[in-house]
């Protein structure tokens, strides 16, 4: 619980757009975003250089970009020999009008090797060697480094009137030019993000994507001076590895990421503390927060929320970042977003905390965003997926497992005969009931009786259920998330009694 210590008089602005951060860790400010940014376990790996490979899975928002910009910042070079490339996928894939997986693979190799080539050069002082002029070269001609000064005299005496030539040798092989220039040398490392960006199921793109990580393992064998960081969504790997068997040996490079209760306690606290330091009001604070972390934490959120919040009903209570984690499907970016809209519905009504209401109140527009989002980032799944969604307006919040089942198939399967990724032919009702426990649009709740409150369980947890059906759904029932409820005028029953049958 939250200190009940004294804290001195403080100043916070709830509509400040920088007090809660940019929705988007790769855009915000460099000094905004490690003043707030926390450190996840998941790092450990990514810094090991004893993985060749490592790749974050996470869904959009999630904090993919965040963890890749503080491996990045974590593995800054101590001396002029080491290198640490940051790269976005999209401005370095390969234009291939082919579905061949070699060429592809390939292509992606040189593609990769090149940027390495481009930035060594770009970073050489005055180069003797062959290997080191071949990529001081490369990096002049594809504007990675300035022209150096016998280059800029060079090209200006070259004229009708003085008919000197200069010749560039074309590289042959970036793999065996860099293979040889890095042998022995510190380690480079690549960091490169986005790589589905703007993925569609198309035979095109799992080719695309599911060479890039063929051409990763197949690069750090040849050269073992090259590290590569970098990041795909859970939904989209699945998919590609599906088709391509390959893949599975990459599966021990894999980290997923999510965040549990805790961590969104952390983060949400950091982001006040970062916010007071920035407004040169931390120091009135300090002395006045408890030595414990949590409590820490948990006075920190209290100053900009009111916390705990009354939730699920009688008189139970929670505290501010449970109740925010829960209606964000613990996404950061969702998160960002709801406080800040939150934070000026609060300072409009001269509130000097956000209450639950201020919360609430932003969910019709919150939750039509999210909608958007789901739909576009699941619509390789599943088609369908926006008929899946609004096949449950106007119908109940929480369903028994039959019930679930039932709506299901009278809305859905009979009405939009969907398509679903990995399933053969028409999906059953389970499959479909699996597909939204697995994208979040529901969850698995576990009442304890009467007024003893209740708890959810999600995909991450428990990913068997509504699939395997020797145990179905462990005596759960299935809970729509809250932030869909008033954009799709859902009933609101969750807090009545259930029976186990599901009758109300």
């Not at 016998?150 to 065996?176: C, F, G, H, M, T």
């Not at 969104?264 to 927060?289: C, D, E, M, N």
């Not at 699939?467 to 029932?477: H, M, Q, S, V, Y």
Request: charged fraction near 30%; include cysteine; proline fraction near 4%.
């Amino acid at each position: 619980m939250a200190t009940n210590r004294p804290v001195p008089q403080i100043r916070i602005k709830l509509s400040d757009i920088h007090l809660f951060g940019n929705d988007a860790a790769d855009l915000e400010q460099k000094e905004l975003f490690f003043s707030y940014a926390i450190q996840r376990p998941e790092l450990t790996n990514f810094l090991d250089d004893q993985w060749p490979v490592q790749v974050v899975r996470a869904y959009k928002g999630e904090g993919k970009s965040a963890l890749l910009r503080l491996a990045e910042k974590k593995l800054t070079p101590q001396n002029e020999e080491e290198l640490v490339i940051a790269a976005i996928g999209p401005d370095h894939s390969p234009v291939v009008d082919s579905l061949d997986s070699d060429l592809w693979t390939r292509e992606w190799k040189k593609s990769l090797l090149k940027l390495v080539a481009n930035e060594i050069g770009s970073r050489l002082g005055i180069a003797f060697r062959d290997d080191a002029i071949s990529l001081v070269e490369e990096a002049e001609a594809n504007g990675f480094k300035h022209r150096s000064f016998v280059s800029a005299i060079v090209d200006r005496l070259k004229s009708s009137q003085v008919p000197i030539e200069r010749a560039r040798l074309p590289v042959a092989s970036y793999e065996k030019l860099v293979a040889r220039y890095l042998s022995g040398r510190p380690l480079i490392w690549i960091v490169i993000d986005d790589i589905d960006q703007n993925f569609a199921n198309t035979d095109r793109w799992r080719v695309k994507l599911a060479s890039f990580f063929t051409a990763c393992r197949q690069i750090v064998k040849v050269i073992p001076e090259l590290r590569i960081r970098t990041a795909i969504r859970p939904n989209v790997w699945a998919i590609i590895k599906r088709e391509f068997e390959s893949l599975s040996h990459l599966e021990q490079y894999m980290q997923d990421l999510s965040w549990s209760e805790s961590q969104f306690r952390t983060l949400l606290a950091a982001r006040v503390s970062s916010y007071l330091v920035r407004t040169g009001q931390w120091q009135l604070i300090k002395a006045s927060l408890p030595f414990e972390k949590t409590d820490a934490e948990l006075a920190l959120i209290s100053m900009v929320f009111d916390s705990p919040m009354p939730w699920g009903g009688d008189v139970r209570t929670k505290d501010a970042h449970t109740v925010l984690w829960t209606m964000t499907s613990h996404r950061p970016r969702w998160l960002v977003e709801l406080c800040k809209e939150a934070g000026k519905a609060a300072e409009k009504r001269g509130a000097k905390k956000i209450n639950l209401d201020d919360i609430k109140n932003q969910f019709a527009v919150f939750g039509r965003k999210r909608i958007e989002d789901t739909e576009a980032e699941f619509r390789s799944q599943c088609p369908q997926i926006s008929e899946l969604i609004g096949a449950f307006s106007r119908q109940p919040d929480l369903y028994s497992t039959d019930e679930l089942l039932k709506t299901i198939h009278n809305r859905i399967i009979q009405a939009v005969n969907p398509m679903l990724s990995g399933s053969v032919g028409k999906p059953s009702d389970l499959d479909v009931a699996h597909f939204l426990f697995q994208i979040g649009f529901i969850s698995g709740r576990r009442d304890f009786g009467e007024g003893r409150g209740y708890d959810h369980v999600y995909y991450r947890e428990q990913p068997g259920l509504l699939k395997l059906r020797t145990n179905i759904d462990d005596g759960l029932r299935w809970e729509i998330n809250p932030i869909y409820r008033d954009v799709l005028n859902l009933r609101y029953v969750a807090d009545k009694r259930h029976t186990k049958s599901g009758k109300r």
